[in-house]
């Protein structure tokens, strides 16, 4: 079967988050640092199993392993390891700030981890503490050498976009993915429950580093069906790539093809503006499979056209670390 919501938007793509905790302070998502609420009660690793297995069978072909910072957790090695086994599931990456990324790049590689994402807010140093409370910048760049020694061919890099500040270094970004196998994604700033002044002082729309692009000769790649959400932009002179991720844009909610759990079990059919689904009841065991694959569907028909952003709405969630990102 495949998961298909009432606008024929299919879902190849989730994304599952294994815990809210992160040791970075990034002025966009946890400018004060983690605050756990009560204790933390993540979803275990039979409950992963058994979530990633119902998922794959609703068509699910790639799963994104999620935080906070999903290394933080010292079974992560080992959550790789379950899913990537799971059968259907021909693709399993992670998204992380690159703290551990150097001394366990080969041993996630070796584990069954496919693809990999590390956020780089600068090439700057001093602007890369600004941005994320740590002084860790060369620690995370000798972290993505290590990537690719381990294996991975190519390495995708978030940059969250942000005016005054690392919007001014584009041209060093280019420099910089010019002769190595980098996607370059730069994420427009969004608005969440608790970054009106931030978002006010330092959005600046993607469309403006499209444009400039575009000037220099760049062009559209074609997306494939298990993709993100970014605009993938090539140039024949780069060995690196750009990718715009715009969700302020008209149309960016048309080709949504993912679908969130929360670390606790929740079913998140939009990143903002909604409560999610409880499914941790239905993970105790390997028999109730049916039963949550029943449950998705049925709420599938509630997944909006769009997220409304571009129409003003204010995103209900707290921060991007709550529900994964």
């Not at 790789?80 to 366990?104: M, Q, R």
């Not at 890099?157 to 370059?184: A, H, Y």
Request: glycine share 8%.
């Amino acid at each position: 079967m495949q998961l298909q919501d009432q606008f024929s938007r299919k879902f190849y793509y989730l994304r599952l988050s294994i815990t809210d905790v992160c040791n970075f302070k990034c002025n966009y998502c946890l400018p004060d640092g983690y605050k756990a609420d009560g204790k933390p009660e993540f979803l275990g690793r039979d409950e992963l199993r058994r979530i990633v297995t119902g998922f794959a069978e609703m068509g699910t072909e790639k799963v994104r392993i999620t935080g906070g910072e999903p290394s933080l957790r010292k079974d992560f090695t080992d959550i790789i390891s379950d899913i990537a086994e799971i059968p259907k599931i021909n693709k399993v990456a992670t998204t992380t700030n690159g703290f551990n990324l150097e001394k366990y790049a080969q041993q996630w590689r070796d584990a069954g981890l496919d693809a990999l994402n590390v956020s780089i807010d600068s090439l700057d140093a001093r602007m890369f503490r600004q941005i994320t409370g740590k002084n860790m910048f060369h620690k995370v760049m000798a972290g993505l050498d290590a990537a690719f020694t381990a294996g991975f061919e190519t390495v995708k890099v978030n940059t969250v976009l942000m005016r005054n500040l690392n919007d001014i270094e584009l041209d060093d970004f280019l420099n910089w993915i010019k002769t190595r196998p980098i996607q370059l994604r730069f994420i427009e700033l969004m608005q969440t429950g608790d970054n009106q002044a931030l978002f006010d002082k330092h959005h600046v729309s993607g469309a403006s580093i499209r444009d400039k692009l575009i000037l220099q000769g760049w062009v559209s790649k074609v997306r494939g069906k298990a993709d993100g959400p970014a605009q993938v932009f090539i140039h024949p002179d780069y060995i690196g790539e750009i990718g715009l991720i715009m969700p302020y844009e008209k149309n960016f909610c048309s080709t949504c093809n993912r679908l969130r759990v929360s670390t606790k079990g929740r079913l998140h059919l939009c990143l903002f503006g909604e409560g999610g689904v409880e499914l941790r009841d239905l993970l105790q065991d390997d028999n109730q499979q049916q039963a949550l694959i029943e449950r998705v569907v049925g709420h599938m028909s509630e997944k909006k056209s769009t997220h409304f952003l571009q129409d003003g709405f204010t995103a209900n969630t707290p921060h991007l670390a709550s529900i994964g990102g």
